[in-house]
């Protein structure tokens, strides 16, 4: 009991003493106020004369609010009660109860408690633009280090929820058992759960004054609180509106041919203010892989562009076995577009893509399959530049092309190519103010070309090979025209061109009867041509009304024609007398002509004398129909845009003095709903076959007007719209609207669910007819579908097919489905046809923030360069 006793009083004794020692930091001065010895600065209502603190001041002063502040001057501390609210430079803190230690410069915040003792609302703290939510937070005024338990921080679209954050300076926070979302509605605190959200067990988010990042360790995506498959070893995601580094989010699916892949995963690196770079990768479960490098640049107001580049390794079957196969493939590319307000007098453009052989059908870009571009048999790369000057009547324009054949393994090569035009002048001045007469109207262009070209194969590419096959030329041009009106109806024109070309290769054709071939040798020499023709053409326009009663849905019939006639000379610049031509002596013994200057890059020159009459007669009808819908009462309807006959006949022709007759028309019917393109070409002559022969001869039996070529396409854009459903206002038809998650949705009386299912569906056809002098016409026939359509407000599905009627087959066919979760969306694409069947899932998120660093864009597979 005596021990007991003992070790009661000295307890009382240590705790009289403490008490003691803190009721010291409390003094009188001469005055009777008191004098605190710490580094807060005590608000004047408090302290009237703070001149005699002895202790170390912080920054500045501490102002706080609250319904109710109790002040314990024995414990250094404050407490502030309802609605508190505490203020330190540019940091806020409000919350429910708030415990301010001065003698540790320490602030203790909690939220609202509710009658069991949970929080039922939480402790702000905002510090400049970055703002957070706490049930608990601890925070060093001095240090500005905190901890805060179930927290809640966010800045601009995006928002971490984290069971512990410790804040350890100005801009460095670890978190623990974090949850990453940009889900609007969750971030507004209209609902509850969040669209998704990234869970990592440990996180570190870095905030700064142009950009913030969040670090994680291993991270999962959930959606709908769902854990998925998507779970990535770390990510570095950004947590401001600033341009930040990231992990770019892949798609997965599977290919036929090279099995399960990840699509597109990689990292986004911004460079500076105007430069970023990614470098994605596309990974398959058979050992095929593929890189894909690429740099977007971008100055406001004066050019965009990027670099992009792909190799990368396809590797098919077992290896061992018959089926096993390897093959690499590579890409070049670049976009380059000037700002059309940077310089009016200067334009530089560029479009470059040089690609391997078997770049796409061996392609490991899936959305290469998806847009179609996999189906490509050419490729086209081309750089330009123009030039205008302010004070000279001249334009410059620089080019320099590549191209690429798959079929012939051919590439047609032009570097450079330049153009100098001379803006068009007329020779007269005129009299008056107004141009008239065929003299005072002529008018003159010229342009002086030069270029380099060659073809050769792709592995011969700036080798001596192609250097020797390279061509150099030089073509000036010079026209000129003039016309005028006569006999009041009738245009009458006038016109002359001379074309003068140089080039540093003829050619030389001899037929080896030992190899039974033709051979053509390329002469290295520097030679040239002119040529040079003239016409005259005459031109009307007749009209013609065919009026109807006023009660006839029909009221008028108008008929415009076009009609117009030419005469058109030339030489025949095959005569020896120029030099143009050469001859050879065939297999059968018959002498057979050619131009010297054949396959040349400006052509060669006509053979034949031409003196011929050309007509050309164009259509257009349309008439006048009643309308209820039109402020007149009638409406226009159009039957052809333009029907258009053409042809002409040659006097000087030895035989065959009639061309053919060509026919094209153009019209919009139904309102425009069915758009009509049809072309024809007619042979008036008789074509004869020998027997056993595939190729006719044309003989000099005019009459007969067989079809040479025809050309059709129909396009049809349908939707809902067209069919006339009329878009309702579900708001005044339904009283009830669709809240959280719902808010697509009108609900009827019996709560059925309304809403309005946009779509579209375009039908197109091409059908094309080509005959000739060919035994056989070869004939080609599509059909091809391409819609879209609005299962919910939240769920589509798009899709296009093409039909080769001729074979039988599906030529090319995709099936897509997207769903908006209201945050991200959930893609998914699938190719069941061709030599790539592939299948493609894909989840984007929309926030800005993680628009570079979390891929996400709306990929459009109508628009070719969607792969970029």
Same mark, same amino acid.
């Given at each position: 009991?005596?021990?007991?006793?003992?070790?009661?009083?000295?307890?009382?004794?240590?705790?009289?003493?403490?008490?003691?020692?803190?009721?010291?930091?409390?003094?009188?001065?001469?005055?009777?106020?008191?004098?605190?010895?710490?580094?807060?600065?005590?608000?004047?209502?408090?302290?009237?004369?703070?001149?005699?603190?002895? &202790?170390?001041?912080?920054?500045?002063?501490?102002?706080?609010?609250?319904?109710?502040?109790?002040?314990?001057?024995?414990?250094?501390?404050?407490?502030?009660?309802?609605?508190?609210?505490?203020?330190?430079?540019?940091?806020?803190?409000?919350?429910?109860?708030?415990?301010?230690?001065?003698?540790?410069?320490?602030?203790?915040?909690?939220?609202?408690?509710?009658?069991?003792?949970?929080?039922?609302?939480?402790?702000?703290?905002?510090?400049?633009?970055?703002?957070?939510?706490?049930?608990?937070?601890?925070?060093?005024?001095?240090?500005?280090?905190?901890?805060?338990?179930?927290?809640?921080?966010?800045?601009?679209?995006?928002?971490?929820?984290?069971?512990?954050?410790?804040?350890?300076?100005?801009?460095?926070?670890?978190?623990?058992?974090?949850?990453?979302?940009?889900?609007?509605?969750?971030?507004?605190?209209?609902?509850?759960?969040?669209?998704?959200?990234?869970?990592?067990?440990?996180?570190?988010?870095?905030?700064?004054?142009?950009?913030?990042?969040?670090?994680?360790?291993?991270?999962?995506?959930?959606?709908?609180?769902?854990?998925?498959?998507?779970?990535?070893?770390?990510?570095?995601?950004?947590?401001?509106?600033?341009?930040?580094?990231?992990?770019?989010?892949?798609?997965?699916?599977?290919?036929?041919?090279?099995?399960?892949?990840?699509?597109?995963?990689?990292?986004?690196?911004?460079?500076?203010?105007?430069?970023?770079?990614?470098?994605?990768?596309?990974? #398959?479960?058979?050992?095929?892989?593929?890189?894909?490098?690429?740099?977007? #640049?971008?100055?406001?107001?004066? #050019?965009?562009?990027?670099?992009?580049?792909?190799?990368?390794?396809?590797?098919?079957?077992?290896?061992?076995?018959?089926?096993?196969?390897?093959?690499?493939?590579?890409?070049?590319?670049?976009?380059?577009?000037?700002?059309?307000?940077?310089?009016?007098?200067?334009?530089?453009?560029?479009?470059?893509?040089?690609?391997?052989?078997?770049?796409?059908?061996?392609?490991?870009?899936?959305?290469?399959?998806?847009?179609?571009?996999?189906?490509?048999?050419?490729?086209?790369?081309?750089?330009?530049?123009?030039?205008?000057?302010?004070?000279?009547?001249?334009?410059?324009?620089?080019?320099?092309?590549?191209?690429?054949?798959?079929?012939?393994?051919?590439?047609?090569?032009?570097?450079?190519?330049?153009?100098?035009?001379?803006?068009?002048?007329?020779?007269?001045?005129?009299?008056?103010?107004?141009?008239?007469?065929?003299?005072?109207?002529?008018?003159?262009?010229?342009?002086?070309?030069?270029?380099?070209?060659?073809?050769?194969?792709?592995?011969?590419?700036?080798?001596?090979?192609?250097?020797?096959?390279?061509?150099?030329?030089?073509?000036?041009?010079?026209?000129?025209?003039?016309?005028?009106?006569?006999?009041?109806?009738?245009?009458?024109?006038?016109?002359?061109?001379?074309?003068?070309?140089?080039?540093?290769?003829?050619?030389?054709?001899?037929?080896?009867?030992?190899?039974?071939?033709?051979?053509?040798?390329?002469?290295?020499?520097?030679?040239?041509?002119?040529?040079?023709?003239?016409?005259?053409?005459?031109?009307?326009?007749?009209?013609?009304?065919?009026?109807?009663?006023?009660?006839?849905?029909?009221?008028?019939?108008?008929?415009?024609?076009?009609?117009?006639?030419?005469?058109?000379?030339?030489?025949?610049?095959?005569?020896?007398?120029?030099?143009?031509?050469?001859?050879?002596?065939?297999?059968?013994?018959?002498?057979?002509?050619?131009?010297?200057?054949?396959?040349?890059?400006?052509?060669?020159?006509?053979?034949?004398?031409?003196?011929?009459?050309?007509?050309?007669?164009?259509?257009?009808?349309?008439?006048?129909?009643?309308?209820?819908?039109?402020?007149?009462?009638?409406?226009?309807?159009?039957?052809?845009?333009?029907?258009?006959?053409?042809?002409?006949?040659?006097?000087?022709?030895?035989?065959?003095?009639?061309?053919?007759?060509?026919?094209?028309?153009?019209?919009?019917?139904?309102?425009?709903?069915?758009?009509?393109?049809?072309?024809?070409?007619?042979?008036?002559?008789?074509?004869?076959?020998?027997?056993?022969? &595939?190729?006719?001869?044309?003989?000099?039996?005019?009459?007969?007007?067989?079809?040479?070529?025809?050309?059709?396409?129909?396009?049809?854009?349908?939707?809902?719209?067209?069919?006339?459903?009329?878009?309702?206002?579900?708001?005044?038809?339904?009283?009830?609207?669709?809240?959280?998650?719902?808010?697509?949705?009108?609900?009827?009386?019996?709560?059925?669910?309304?809403?309005?299912?946009?779509?579209?569906?375009?039908?197109?056809?091409?059908?094309?007819?080509?005959?000739?002098?060919?035994?056989?016409?070869?004939?080609?026939?599509?059909?091809?579908?391409?819609?879209?359509?609005?299962?919910?407000?939240?769920?589509?599905?798009?899709?296009?097919?093409?039909?080769?009627?001729?074979?039988?087959?599906?030529?090319?066919?995709?099936?897509?489905?997207?769903?908006?979760?209201?945050?991200?969306?959930?893609?998914?694409?699938?190719?069941?046809?061709?030599?790539?069947?592939?299948?493609?899932?894909?989840?984007?998120?929309?926030?800005?923030?993680?628009?570079?660093?979390?891929?996400?864009?709306?990929?459009?597979?109508?628009?070719?360069?969607?792969?970029?």
């Amino acid at each position: 009991m005596n021990s007991n006793g003992f070790k009661n009083t000295l307890q009382i004794l240590i705790f009289l003493i403490f008490n003691s020692f803190l009721a010291q930091g409390v003094k009188e001065n001469a005055k009777g106020e008191a004098n605190i010895k710490d580094k807060v600065e005590i608000k004047t209502d408090t302290l009237k004369n703070d001149s005699l603190l002895k &202790t170390e001041r912080i920054q500045d002063v501490v102002k706080t609010k609250a319904d109710i502040i109790t002040n314990n001057m024995s414990q250094r501390q404050t407490v502030l009660e309802k609605n508190a609210s505490i203020i330190y430079q540019d940091m806020q803190v409000d919350a429910d109860y708030i415990l301010y230690d001065w003698g540790k410069n320490q602030i203790f915040a909690r939220g609202k408690l509710d009658k069991k003792g949970k929080i039922i609302s939480g402790a702000a703290f905002s510090q400049g633009n970055q703002k957070g939510e706490y049930e608990s937070l601890t925070y060093n005024l001095k240090t500005k280090q905190a901890i805060a338990y179930n927290a809640r921080t966010e800045q601009n679209e995006g928002v971490i929820v984290a069971q512990k954050m410790k804040k350890v300076g100005d801009s460095i926070y670890y978190l623990r058992n974090g949850k990453y979302t940009t889900d609007e509605y969750f971030m507004q605190k209209k609902d509850s759960m969040s669209d998704y959200f990234m869970l990592a067990s440990k996180i570190k988010l870095i905030k700064g004054k142009e950009n913030s990042r969040v670090i994680t360790g291993p991270i999962q995506m959930y959606i709908e609180n769902v854990p998925t498959p998507l779970v990535m070893p770390f990510a570095i995601l950004p947590f401001s509106d600033k341009r930040s580094a990231g992990i770019l989010i892949p798609s997965f699916g599977e290919r036929q041919d090279v099995g399960f892949f990840l699509n597109g995963l990689g990292y986004y690196q911004p460079i500076g203010e105007h430069f970023d770079l990614k470098i994605l990768t596309d990974i #398959y479960t058979k050992g095929s892989w593929n890189i894909r490098p690429e740099v977007n #640049y971008r100055k406001n107001y004066r #050019y965009q562009g990027s670099f992009v580049a792909e190799i990368g390794t396809r590797i098919t079957g077992i290896q061992g076995l018959p089926d096993y196969s390897k093959s690499s493939t590579y890409r070049i590319g670049w976009r380059h577009s000037q700002d059309t307000k940077a310089n009016p007098y200067f334009n530089f453009s560029a479009n470059v893509d040089i690609i391997s052989n078997k770049f796409y059908n061996n392609t490991l870009n899936n959305n290469y399959i998806f847009n179609g571009s996999a189906l490509n048999t050419s490729q086209n790369s081309s750089i330009s530049f123009t030039k205008r000057f302010l004070n000279l009547p001249f334009t410059i324009n620089g080019t320099a092309s590549y191209s690429q054949n798959f079929a012939t393994g051919l590439v047609d090569l032009r570097l450079p190519q330049f153009t100098v035009s001379v803006n068009q002048f007329y020779l007269l001045k005129p009299k008056t103010g107004i141009r008239t007469g065929l003299l005072e109207n002529i008018n003159v262009n010229t342009n002086l070309a030069f270029m380099n070209s060659v073809s050769a194969p792709q592995e011969e590419l700036f080798t001596k090979a192609m250097f020797d096959k390279m061509n150099t030329g030089l073509q000036n041009t010079i026209s000129l025209g003039t016309n005028s009106s006569i006999f009041k109806y009738f245009t009458f024109s006038l016109s002359a061109s001379i074309n003068n070309v140089m080039t540093t290769k003829t050619v030389e054709k001899k037929y080896d009867p030992v190899q039974d071939e033709v051979k053509s040798i390329q002469h290295n020499n520097l030679s040239g041509f002119s040529t040079f023709s003239t016409s005259a053409s005459l031109q009307t326009i007749l009209y013609g009304m065919l009026k109807f009663n006023k009660n006839s849905p029909v009221q008028a019939i108008r008929h415009m024609i076009t009609p117009s006639i030419s005469f058109n000379y030339s030489p025949d610049f095959s005569a020896q007398s120029w030099g143009y031509y050469d001859s050879y002596y065939d297999r059968t013994g018959m002498l057979v002509p050619y131009s010297i200057f054949e396959g040349g890059m400006y052509g060669s020159p006509s053979s034949g004398l031409n003196q011929s009459i050309g007509f050309n007669i164009n259509n257009s009808l349309e008439m006048k129909v009643k309308s209820k819908k039109d402020s007149t009462g009638v409406e226009k309807v159009k039957i052809f845009e333009n029907f258009n006959i053409s042809g002409n006949y040659n006097f000087a022709a030895t035989k065959n003095k009639w061309s053919l007759i060509t026919m094209n028309t153009q019209t919009s019917l139904f309102k425009n709903k069915l758009n009509v393109n049809m072309a024809m070409s007619l042979d008036p002559y008789r074509i004869d076959f020998a027997p056993g022969a &595939t190729t006719g001869v044309r003989t000099d039996e005019f009459g007969h007007f067989s079809i040479a070529s025809f050309n059709a396409q129909l396009s049809m854009p349908l939707s809902e719209a067209i069919f006339g459903e009329k878009k309702e206002d579900l708001s005044k038809k339904y009283k009830t609207k669709g809240e959280i998650r719902n808010e697509g949705y009108y609900f009827d009386e019996d709560y059925y669910a309304r809403f309005a299912q946009p779509w579209t569906l375009n039908v197109n056809a091409q059908y094309s007819y080509a005959k000739g002098l060919s035994k056989t016409p070869t004939k080609s026939f599509s059909v091809g579908l391409d819609g879209t359509l609005k299962l919910t407000p939240f769920w589509s599905i798009n899709g296009s097919t093409y039909y080769d009627v001729v074979k039988g087959e599906l030529a090319y066919t995709r099936l897509g489905f997207t769903r908006d979760q209201r945050s991200f969306s959930i893609t998914f694409n699938w190719v069941p046809t061709g030599m790539n069947k592939v299948y493609d899932f894909f989840i984007g998120i929309k926030a800005n923030i993680l628009k570079d660093a979390v891929k996400y864009k709306s990929r459009s597979f109508n628009d070719p360069r969607s792969s970029y």
